[in-house]
């Protein structure tokens, strides 16, 4: 049990019960779908940019603890950052949660995620919510995929 | 079990199941031991498979069929002068006689060798499909297909401007045959293609009932055997389906080798389906006279050892008896009913009287992936996720599913387990 608590951190496990900013933003200046075919997991993101800065950030969806803590916590983690930000933000964040780098530095409360390099067929369930946030800033019209 | 009867008319009925469970009519130890890949540890746990229904472990002599073709005897088929290829053609032709015996088809001829049940099903929607379906003509398919036995319907009617029925099912998860039949009565269906074993639900489909109502209107029949074959017998003949179809992989055989039925006067009326060697008489450049069944199905070089490795898979099947695999599986499967709804929250997906081998669940306020990933360390292998099958879960309202599915060795024991697999699940999420 104790590997699994690795994983399901509490912060994870409270993510998942009490998702924070899961709503809709109705003027919302970027939004954008992603799925993960894989398994039929849905997300919705929401964005208020102004200026380059995220002003609100939020979202609606189905999905595992994995990615439903994950999207909880990239909306307080991307809250009033800069749109060049979030790029940097999700590569620390994958090449954490990939295994490809082991400090999670900088990543504050994102790093819980870290445990999920130990299970890699869940790193789509971490990133599907980012996949999204990204699709949204490129304003692509399809749903972003994770395959 | 009624409608297993009715697919297994020769064979006698089977025992009670309490009775069959105390009996212990199989030596499972026995049987466990052909299995070198359940004897390892998963996470430092023994492993107990439950993900059947999505691909079943291999028996030895499935693994030294295939090794014995490549080490003693292997050459192309159908071609050579010299022994190899003598030896690897009576093999594989070998092969196709006891997939014929197996769904006691009347010829030889009408064992088409695939890559999988999808191949198989796409086979009959190009080749039948594309040579008789017209504009406003209707397939009629049910609402617990796999996707396999979706989208290639949906190819069709795309090219054809044909339309796709699909037949209800109850929230229990059968079938409700007075709406097959009014959908059976537009007078414009061609062909019904329907799951015999729901991979998604478990639901075992009266398939004898259903290809009755068909053809006393003069509708073919497509039957989706993927999951059905290792579970129950099968007898095309008795069954009177027009095509069968069904995967090595899923009975105890290797990947990469599939198995289509077909009457011999249908597939002797249809166009090949794909062009190349092997599938032809003569070739010129004007015109080419195609070879005669099965040949004609089969172009280019098949899967030799994988189709060597089916018959041994069924050699090996034949030795335990599809009966006694039913009872057994029959039994685990009530036992696993019973011990997973003493679980508070745990929803079963699929109730219909007649189901065998899987059981289909959801844990309230637990995702499915997630149970997944616990069960997996504790050695407990299932499947998570929508199952091929999007409309069934669509249907119920949930993004997926949790699955355990039952082959000839499983345990009560491994029920044991994976029960007690959740409940360490529903301890985390607490």
């Given at each position: 049990m104790s590997d699994l608590r690795d994983l399901y951190q509490e912060v994870i496990l409270d993510h998942n019960k009490r998702p924070r900013n899961f709503r809709i933003i109705d003027q919302a200046t970027h939004h954008a779908d992603g799925v993960n075919p894989l398994c039929g997991d849905r997300v919705s993101v929401f964005l208020d940019v102004q200026d380059g800065v995220i002003k609100d950030i939020a979202f609606q969806g189905a999905g595992c603890a994995i990615s439903s803590a994950s999207a909880s916590l990239m909306t307080e983690a991307l809250k009033g950052k800069s749109v060049v930000e979030v790029e940097h933000l999700f590569e620390a964040f994958h090449n954490v949660v990939t295994g490809e780098c082991d400090c999670p530095k900088g990543l504050g409360k994102l790093g819980v995620l870290a445990g999920v390099r130990d299970y890699p067929s869940r790193v789509k369930c971490a990133t599907l919510a980012w996949h999204a946030v990204r699709a949204a800033l490129q304003e692509h019209q399809q749903p972003v995929a994770t395959e | 079990m009624s409608a297993l009867h009715s697919v297994t008319a020769p064979h006698p009925a089977l025992p009670p199941l309490r009775e069959g469970l105390e009996r212990g009519d199989l030596d499972l130890a026995r049987i466990r031991a052909d299995f070198p890949i359940l004897r390892q540890r998963v996470h430092g746990k023994p492993l107990v498979y439950l993900d059947n229904a999505a691909s079943v472990q291999k028996p030895q002599a499935v693994i030294d069929a295939i090794s014995d073709c490549y080490s003693d005897y292997y050459a192309n088929i159908h071609r050579g002068v010299h022994l190899l290829s003598e030896r690897s053609t009576v093999a594989y032709e070998g092969a196709r006689e006891k997939v014929r015996a197996f769904l006691n088809?009347?010829?030889?001829?009408e064992i088409i060798f695939t890559r999988n049940t999808t191949e198989s099903i796409n086979l009959v929607a190009s080749s039948f499909g594309g040579s008789t379906v017209k504009a406003g003509d209707e397939i009629l398919i049910t609402a617990m297909e796999h996707h396999s036995n979706i989208v290639p319907w949906q190819m069709l009617c795309e090219r054809t401007g044909a339309l796709l029925k699909v037949a209800p099912f109850t929230?229990?998860?059968?079938?409700?045959l007075e709406e097959y039949e009014r959908l059976l009565d537009s007078g414009r269906v061609r062909l019904v293609a329907f799951v015999h074993l729901s991979n998604a639900l478990g639901t075992l489909n009266p398939a004898k009932t259903l290809i009755d109502l068909a053809h006393a209107r003069g509708i073919p029949v497509l039957v989706d055997g993927a999951q059905s074959v290792p579970h129950l017998a099968v007898d095309v003949q008795a069954l009177d389906c027009d095509f069968y179809a069904f995967s090595s992989h899923k009975i105890y055989g290797p990947s990469g080798v599939g198995v289509l039925y077909g009457k011999k006067a249908l597939l002797e009326a249809m166009p090949p389906y794909q062009g190349g060697g092997?599938?032809?008489?003569l070739v010129t450049f004007e015109k080419t006279e195609y070879a005669d069944?099965?040949?004609?199905?089969?172009?280019?070089?098949?899967n030799i050892a994988g189709v060597i490795g089916l018959g041994a898979a069924l050699d090996w099947l034949n030795t335990i008896g599809l009966d006694a695999v039913a009872a057994h599986e029959h039994a685990l499967l009530e036992y696993a009913t019973a011990q997973l709804s003493g679980i508070p929250g745990l929803n079963i997906m699929g109730t219909a009287r007649d189901k065998a081998a899987l059981v289909a669940f959801t844990l309230r306020g637990i995702h499915p992936h997630d149970i997944g990933t616990i069960l997996d360390r504790e050695g407990v292998a299932i499947r998570a996720g929508h199952h091929c099958a999007q409309p069934v879960m669509q249907r119920y309202g949930v993004p997926a599913t949790a699955r355990a599915s039952f082959a000839v060795y499983n345990t009560r024991d491994e029920v044991d387990a994976l029960i007690k697999a959740l409940c360490k699940v529903k301890e985390l999420f607490a």
């Open positions: - | 088809a009347a010829h030889v001829q929230d229990a998860g059968e079938l409700i092997d599938m032809i008489r069944l099965p040949n004609k199905f089969e172009a280019g070089t098949p």
